[in-house]
């Protein structure tokens, strides 16, 4: 069966200071990877997305980027974290490139930027 | 591009009490999923609808779509505390998008024991 990690659960970091958010998919090859942000308002923004090692789409203009370097791992990157960074985090995988695409979901990192 | 509202935004019932969430698209649905969160973690896929008039069930939750209205709804029989928590509905935009979802902001429910 397919397993996706995130880690870490938890980070706080000061202002100005660099992100790295790592999530891995297990059980699955050539997944659909995708990185969420969930603000206080509880709706999901899509940040950015892969179909592939070192090809990412952004969604957003941000303080963010993204970085694919293996098949099944995902990076959430950021050189000087702002304070509406603050968030939590959600990685997905899915398959398909069609409408028919279910995500399943980590558990998320919850970012407090201080 | 593709917004959902979801109603209500919050909803407080009984343990025992039916209740219905709604979540309206502004464009066409070509597949519509609804999920589960619990607070702080991470989301849980409940269902995916494709068709219109499309109805499906799990454990006491079950969904429909309406196409021509461009809706789904979700309803919940005999609610358990078991089943609070956040929905969520998300939708594709359709076509070679790559399975990228737009999420509605979220019913938040309470069941009182």
């Known amino acids: 069966s397919q397993t996706i990690h995130q880690w870490p659960a938890t980070l706080v970091q000061p202002v100005g200071s660099p992100l790295s958010l790592e999530c891995t998919v297990e059980?699955?090859?050539?997944?659909?990877l995708y990185w969420y942000r969930q603000a206080a308002g509880r709706g999901l923004q899509l940040l950015f997305y892969?179909?592939?090692?070192?090809?990412i789409s952004s969604e957003v203009p941000q303080n963010l980027s993204a970085s694919r370097p293996q098949d099944r791992q995902f990076i959430l990157s950021s050189k000087k974290l702002l304070l509406s960074d603050s968030g939590f985090y959600l990685c997905?995988?899915?398959?398909?490139?069609?409408?028919?695409?279910?995500?399943?979901f980590g558990a998320g990192t919850r970012l407090s930027v201080l | 591009s593709q917004e959902l509202e979801q109603s209500p935004q919050s909803l407080i019932v009984q343990e025992g009490k039916n209740l219905t969430i709604n979540c309206t698209s502004s464009?066409?649905?070509?597949?519509l999923y609804w999920y589960k969160q619990k607070y702080g973690e991470g989301l849980i896929f409940l269902m995916m609808?494709?068709?219109?008039?499309e109805e499906k069930s799990h454990e006491k939750i079950t969904a429909k779509l309406d196409e021509k209205k461009q809706q789904s709804s979700l309803h919940i029989t005999a609610s358990q505390p078991s089943h609070a928590g956040i929905y969520l509905c998300?939708?594709?935009?359709?076509?070679?998008?790559?399975?990228?979802?737009?999420f509605g902001q979220g019913t938040i429910l309470t069941v009182h024991p």
């Open positions: 997905a995988w899915g398959r398909g490139n069609l409408a028919k695409n279910i995500q399943y």
């Open positions: 059980g699955t090859s050539n997944p659909n």
């Open positions: 892969s179909v592939g090692i070192g090809q």
């Open positions: 464009k066409t649905l070509y597949g």
């Open positions: 609808l494709q068709k219109g008039g």
């Open positions: 998300g939708a594709a935009p359709g076509g070679t998008s790559y399975g990228k979802l737009t």
